[in-house]
């Protein structure tokens, strides 16, 4: 069973940055692609960004492109996702996930999921 577990999320300015991190147990994670996605109140479930298993490749969504950038430590079970110039509009929770394909910006192509990290920029 692999568990990823989302954390570092806060509360920041608009301008500011945040660094999130996901860790999970087991091999099995790092031996595969990893995606963040994100929720906002009364939105879907949106692709963020993803990374291949061994951190070489990675695909971002055009809005978060330049801003925020996915990278991994397989020695710590770790991936990351930095944010920087964050805007109110990346207000959301956001959630890792194991993938089974990269690069895959749809949900159903994750399989284990993390609770989620709130993420709050405020104007």
């Known amino acids: 069973q692999v568990q990823p577990v989302e954390s570092g999320g806060g509360l920041v300015q608009a301008g500011g940055s945040l660094r999130l991190s996901c860790a999970a147990s087991?091999?099995?994670?790092?031996?595969?692609?990893v995606g963040w996605f994100r929720q906002a109140p009364g939105k879907d479930r949106e692709f963020v960004a993803a990374?291949?298993?061994?951190?070489?490749?990675?695909y971002y969504a055009d809005s978060v492109k330049g801003r925020f950038t996915i990278s991994r430590d397989n020695a710590k079970n770790t991936v990351y996702l930095q944010m920087n110039s964050l805007k109110p509009e990346d207000t959301a929770v956001y959630y890792c996930?194991?993938?089974?394909?990269?690069?895959?910006?749809?949900?159903?192509?994750?399989?284990?999921w993390g609770q989620g990290t709130q993420v709050t920029v405020s104007s």
């Open positions: 996930a194991r993938a089974t394909r990269f690069p895959k910006i749809v949900a159903t192509f994750y399989d284990y």
């Open positions: 087991g091999r099995t994670f790092s031996d595969y692609p």
């Open positions: 990374i291949n298993w061994s951190g070489g490749s990675t």
